[in-house]
Each structure stands twice: as C-alpha cells, then as structure tokens.
C-alpha cells in the first residue's frame, strides 16, 4: 500500500516551455500532497503544499505563477513549471500524506522527476 | 522553528556489521513524530521508521532499530547486519503533532562496503 506515482520520471524541455508533472497516489486518497524541489548531493527544499480543491501553499521565495499547482481531485496534483529557464532544472519530487489509520502523518514520496530544460 | 540536525555526511560500514547514524533536532513542541527515510541511488524515498514522541518504546522495522532519546532531543538510527541494498542517503525527520510540514536534516550518504 502507500503508492505514490510521478509522471514523466524524466523530461527535457527547450528554455520559454512549459512542463506538467503529475503526482498520483495510487491506492489511497490524499488529501494533501506536497511538491520538493532537490539540488544534487543536498535535502529535500519544500515549494509547496497542496490541499485538495483549494489553493496551495507555497514556501517563501518560490514563485506561485511559475510552479503552478493543481490539486483537483483526491488522487491527482499537478505541477506546472511555467517558461521553463535552464536555472529551473532539478529534481522535482512529490509526496502525498497518508490517510491509512494510525499513519495519517506519514508522507509517502513518489519517485521524481528529473528536469532539464536547454 | 523546529530545525533537523545531521552531523554526519558520510558514513561507510562493512557488510553484516553495523552502523549508528545519528539526528538530533530542535524544538519546543511536545508532541511530535520523528521518521527516517533511505533515498538510493534511485533517488526513490523510502520510508524506514518512525517514532511516534508520546511513545517511550523504541521504534523497530526488522534490522532497523531507533534509539529516541526525548530529553535529549536525539533520534539516532541503528542499521544491523549491514546489507549492500542499505546503500543510501538517509534523511531524519520531524513533523509536530497537527502540523502538516516535514523539516529534513541534510542527510547522511551511508555506503556499504562488501
């Protein structure tokens, strides 16, 4: 139990596109998910915490009209990094919090998405 | 502000031995959860334990062990019979009791050598 899914696993995008990945929890309903960003070699960087069906919360510092997120349904969130520049390119991870009895603070993290914009 | 310590960045252990890695943590709550979490080279994060702070009982998953020292702030991890697939980077973290945010230490890179 407790799977979390991220789609693509790797994208290379041209400088001025846009990227969506999807982070799905695939045998529980989340009804919070949240979106890392991680540099090589260092610890998970919070952007965002989204909640399902109101807007998310982003941390200080990160641009809410440049990572757009979505959060439309209980199994679903979305990130959209808005005109991709080369400075954007990272390891983008998402994570949804459990809603299995007993463990309703756990995260439980998808696999990534690699990110690299030319 | 609750703040996640991890003073060692690299780590190695023979196979079969074992290994201690160590997180201490700042704050005032009383109430909170602790967890480890082992990213391989995947990159996949991998929830190994968690310790709930009401709980005085150390936290066990099979050859994974915490000791949870509350006074003390400090929630090392104990890896027995080292295994090449323990390989790793290993993150501690803590969330307070109703909080929503984890907050990482910086992690410690175990490797395992054969």
């Known amino acids: 139990g407790a799977v979390v899914s991220q789609h693509p696993s790797r994208v290379i995008c041209k400088s001025g596109t846009s990227v969506k990945i999807e982070c799905r929890s695939l045998d529980f309903q989340a009804t919070t998910m949240f979106w890392y960003r991680q540099f090589p070699k260092q610890s998970l960087m919070l952007m965002a915490t989204s909640n399902e069906g109101s807007k998310a919360t982003y941390e200080q510092g990160v641009e809410k009209d440049k990572f757009l997120i979505n959060h439309a349904s209980l199994t679903l969130s979305t990130l959209t990094v808005t005109s991709a520049h080369p400075e954007d390119s990272s390891f983008y991870i998402c994570s949804a919090r459990s809603t299995f009895r007993g463990y309703q603070e756990t995260q439980y993290f998808g696999p990534g998405t690699r990110l690299l914009v030319l | 502000a609750q703040t996640v310590t991890q003073s060692q960045p690299e780590m190695s252990v023979q196979e079969a031995e074992t290994v201690t890695l160590s997180c201490t943590y700042d704050?005032?709550?009383?109430?909170?959860?602790l967890f480890w979490y082992k990213q391989p080279p995947s990159r996949q994060m991998i929830l190994v334990i968690r310790q709930e702070a009401y709980k005085q009982q150390n936290a066990t998953e099979n050859r994974f062990s915490v000791n949870f020292q509350k006074a003390a702030k400090s929630f090392s991890l104990k890896i027995s019979d080292s295994q090449l697939g323990d390989t790793a980077m290993y993150f501690c973290?803590?969330?307070?009791?109703?909080?929503?945010?984890?907050?990482f230490g910086t992690g410690t890179s175990l490797t395992v050598i054969p």
């Open positions: 973290a803590f969330m307070k009791l109703g909080g929503n945010q984890f907050y």
């Open positions: 704050t005032s709550e009383n109430n909170y959860y």
